[in-house]
Each structure stands twice: as structure tokens, then as C-alpha cells.
């Protein structure tokens, strides 16, 4: 039987824990998307906490595209640096550390007359309502570099592995939405068609980076509004990236535009509310044989002990939960299973960075 505590593996990289912080912008990082002291705590708090594994804010791959201010980055080798130093620090507590991968695109509002925005068509974004440019072959071509390029700068930086966002209606999860791809080529239309440019930064990172270094995916359950993204293009990704040898998956689902069923549900203060994505990851374990990473609305240490005991899941990710309280998993591990104190008002975001109501001062 599967134990929270248990020690595992992930290709090469060594978890001694089955808790997963999941991505989770800050809003702390400088304007060219350096690490700042302040972030760099936040992290540390984390690996002092005991996380097994830390998966980093959303990394821009792409020097024009900046989604979101206070965003990290990865476009180039400035960040080898400053992550050498994160990484060793994390890996110094004994937790490992994955740093996630991402284009937002149009699904964004942080200054979109100021730059070009990619998209796989060039039609309103269903939330934000930001008209991105149709990407041309050589577009895709360059961002699956970009990609690549972002992926083995990690590996230089001491990165365990990297995660490909392609979940909550950024870019690389637009290419798998009927909504948001409307093209007639070889990218539009049928699942295989619209899953083609995920497959190919996968198998782009994967040359760059090796078969002995993790590479995982976030990816949507379903978008959850009419016309958008369904589970059985979830799945036909799922397996067909397992085939390829994809190492992990996290398991998320909804996009902004889905509002109470999007993936940061509030108010979830009772355990019928808790883990709203597990039946959708319990049928991707089951179809992929891939370790599967469950995320939403988690925050009890019995459901969180009922996942891993009833189901195939084989790790559980926090993020609300663990901006209240980085030491939480800690906690637990010492044998007080109180929950965590977060109440999922979803007031963490702020201009001043993302931390939970009850710790600011």
C-alpha cells in the first residue's frame, strides 16, 4: 500500500514524499524575470517544510512574451545563475525542484497592446477576450526551440526536471481547445491534429535534455465551458505522450472563463469539495500507466491519505494550502493532520504578490 512519506522515484529524480507543490505564480519575481530575495524565500520556506517536490511559477520561454508580471523566466542563459543557486538551496533540505515551462498567450490582460501575442487562430480569447496573431509554421518552429532551449537551461540551472504547461487556457492548452483552434492544417481539426505542437516540444525538450532527466505535463481534465477542451482529448494526449515516454502527470482542469469550475475553486471547507479533479486522474493513471500527479481543492490529510490507499494516483499537489501554511507537510509528517488553515477565499493574489490573507502583515 502507497504511504505518503514513501520515498520514490521519477526517472532520476528522487522524491522522498508523495506531496507536490503545484505551480503557483508569486508576482515576486524582478521585471526581466530574475528571482528576487523575497521569492527565493518563499522557496526556501517550502523545501524547510519538508514539500517532496517544488514545481516552480510559470517560467516564460520566450523573450517577447511575458504574461504575467512578477513572472520568472527561462527565455535565456542570464537565469542558469541565479537557479544554480535556488536549486542547491532546495536540494540542501532534501526536496527536489521541477521548473514549469510556459507561453501564456491571449489568456492574459498584462499589457497586450505592447507585444505580439501568439495563438494557434487568430480569434478572441474566451475570458480575456485579446485577439493573439495566428502562429505561421515558422512561429511554431521558433517556439518549440524556445521551449527546448528553456527545458536544458534547467538542466544547466540544477533543475530535476521541467513541466510543460499545457493546462488552464495558456497557449500550449489553446492548441487543444475547438474554441481557441479554429485552423485547417495539420494542427487544426481532429485531436491529432490540434495534440501535434505539444508533441513536438515534447519530443524537442526530450532531445535536449536526455532520457535520464524528468520531463512532466499539466494538463486539463476538461476547460469546462461549451466548445472548449474535453477529457477524451485529455486522454488521447495523456497516452500518446505515455507512449513517447513522458515521465509524470499533473492532472488540473477549467479555464478562467469557467468561473465556479475553473482550476482554483473557492470556498471548499468540507471533504465531498476536496480533490474535484480525481476522477479524471484516476482514469489517466489507468489508461497511461504513468505516474499521475492529482492537484484541486486538496487539504485534508485523510483525503489525501484516502487518494493514495482507493486509487492509482500517486502523488497529491497543494497550492493554496501551502501559501498558508509552507509547513504543512511538515506538520504532518510530525503527527498533527489538522488541516491547513487556508479557507480558499482565493484572496491570495495581490499587486504586491501572491500570499495568503491570514500572513499578511
Not at 44 to 55: M, N, Q, T
Not at 68 to 95: K, Q, W
Not at 98 to 115: C, D, H, I, N
Request: proline share 4%.
Amino acid at each position: 500500500m502507497k504511504n505518503l512519506f514513501d520515498a520514490t522515484v521519477i526517472n532520476n529524480m528522487k522524491l522522498k514524499n508523495r506531496f507536490v507543490r503545484s505551480a503557483t505564480w508569486e508576482n515576486m519575481a524582478d521585471e526581466k524575470g530574475h528571482i528576487t530575495e523575497r521569492l527565493f524565500n518563499v522557496y526556501r520556506a517550502l523545501a524547510e517544510g519538508e514539500v517532496g517536490l517544488i514545481i516552480t511559477s510559470y517560467a516564460f520561454v520566450s523573450r517577447e512574451e511575458q504574461p504575467n508580471p512578477g513572472m520568472i523566466g527561462a527565455c535565456d542563459d542570464s537565469f542558469i545563475e541565479d537557479y544554480r543557486r535556488l536549486t542547491a538551496m532546495v536540494h540542501s533540505y532534501g526536496s527536489s525542484i521541477v521548473l514549469q515551462l510556459a507561453y501564456g498567450g491571449s489568456a492574459t490582460t498584462f499589457k497586450p497592446e505592447q507585444r505580439v501575442i501568439w495563438g494557434p487562430s487568430a480569434v478572441p480569447e474566451i475570458g480575456t477576450g485579446v485577439v493573439p496573431k495566428e502562429m505561421s509554421k515558422d512561429d511554431i518552429r521558433k517556439l518549440v526551440t524556445e521551449f527546448a532551449d528553456a527545458a536544458y537551461r534547467a538542466k544547466q540551472g540544477g533543475f530535476d526536471g521541467v513541466e510543460i504547461h499545457a493546462a488552464h487556457g495558456y497557449l500550449m492548452s489553446q492548441w487543444l481547445s475547438p474554441l481557441h483552434n479554429k485552423r485547417q492544417d495539420e494542427y487544426g481539426g481532429p485531436i491529432e491534429n490540434r495534440a501535434r505542437i505539444i508533441m513536438e516540444v515534447y519530443e524537442a525538450i526530450r532531445k535536449r535534455v536526455g532520457r535520464d532527466y524528468a520531463v512532466l505535463i499539466k494538463i486539463n481534465s476538461e476547460d469546462f465551458v461549451p466548445g472548449g477542451m474535453e477529457f477524451s482529448d485529455c486522454l488521447y494526449v495523456c497516452t500518446e505522450l505515455a507512449k513517447r515516454g513522458i515521465d509524470a502527470i499533473e492532472v488540473s482542469g477549467g479555464i478562467r472563463a469557467a468561473k465556479e469550475l475553473c482550476n482554483f475553486r473557492p470556498n471548499i471547507d468540507s471533504a465531498e469539495k476536496e480533490a474535484y479533479f480525481k476522477r479524471y486522474a484516476v482514469q489517466v493513471a489507468e489508461k497511461t500507466n504513468v505516474p499521475v500527479i492529482l492537484i484541486g481543492g486538496v487539504r485534508t490529510f485523510e483525503v489525501v491519505s484516502a487518494i493514495l490507499a482507493e486509487t492509482p494516483i500517486e502523488y497529491v499537489a497543494m497550492s493554496r494550502p501551502l501559501l498558508a501554511n509552507p509547513y504543512l507537510i511538515k506538520q504532518w509528517k510530525n503527527g498533527d493532520t489538522s488541516p491547513s488553515k487556508c479557507i480558499y477565499c482565493n484572496q491570495c493574489r495581490s499587486p504586491q504578490g501572491n500570499v495568503c490573507v491570514l500572513n499578511r502583515r
